[in-house]
């Protein structure tokens, strides 16, 4: 009775982990030669991992990935200019920390989604808050928050993610509206956050697409975004038919 009792305290003062933990203990005679404060120590152990997956669960939710990627599945036998030690250095999120973007270029079926997701994975892991965003959907919503007043609300969200993935730079025609939307993300995060972003485009063509007769937008965008970024330029074949050939086999 006393233990159930226990249980429910703890369960009420939401220490789901310990409360497990005591059950597990009561109920296996493994710990039974443990010390009252071994055992008080396994318990809070136990809270503290609960709390950290519970915690990752809720980041991964939220960052909405495209991709399952993480940093320990990625493929350096592809010959497509990726190194191990820079995605190593990367791994450690000190990039993240320091407010410093990455870019990844390259054609489509290169990975680029893909390492970005698992970038974001990794920042997860060491509880920042990340957000996927592909620029054409993002751009999009921006417009209806223009018109159903929350946009500053937006921004300002966006603007306290620790890292922002922004998919897709490049593959739809901007209008002057979006451009400007794209250089207030862009200027929400400059200096003091991180922004992942990935395009088909090579980064000596970013500034003609996004200036079409307005390089003076063009010119802040790419201040923010490309100066003292980490640039990864993937080269190659598609991996697209290899993936295809696996799943298949």
Request: aromatic share 4%.
């Amino acid at each position: 009775m006393m233990t159930n009792d226990t249980i429910r305290k703890l369960n009420e003062l939401k220490l789901f982990g310990m409360a497990h933990a005591f059950s597990q203990q009561i109920e296996s005679a493994v710990t039974g030669h443990l010390s009252f404060e071994e055992r008080v120590g396994l318990m809070v152990d136990h809270e503290v991992t609960y709390r950290d997956d519970k915690r990752l669960r809720r980041l991964l939710t939220n960052a909405k990935l495209r991709e399952p990627a993480c940093m320990e599945d990625i493929d350096y036998g592809a010959k497509r200019g990726l190194e191990r030690s820079v995605m190593a250095s990367l791994a450690l999120c000190n990039w993240i920390r320091h407010g410093v973007n990455v870019i990844l270029t390259g054609a489509t079926g290169l990975g680029k989604t893909w390492i970005a997701c698992a970038l974001g994975n990794q920042a997860c892991r060491y509880g920042m808050t990340v957000k996927f965003e592909r620029v054409p959907l993002l751009l999009e919503e921006l417009a209806i928050a223009h018109s159903d007043g929350t946009f500053r609300k937006r921004i300002t969200a966006i603007g306290k993610l620790d890292l922002l993935i922004l998919d897709d730079l490049g593959i739809n025609t901007l209008t002057a509206e979006r451009r400007a939307d794209l250089l207030e993300v862009v200027e929400s995060r400059s200096g003091t956050r991180a922004t992942v972003v990935t395009s088909q485009l090579p980064v000596k063509r970013w500034h003609d697409y996004l200036a079409d007769g307005n390089p003076t937008v063009a010119d802040a965008i790419m201040d923010r975004v490309v100066s003292d970024a980490h640039r990864i330029d993937l080269v190659g074949e598609s991996l697209r038919p290899k993936r295809r050939r696996s799943a298949n086999s």
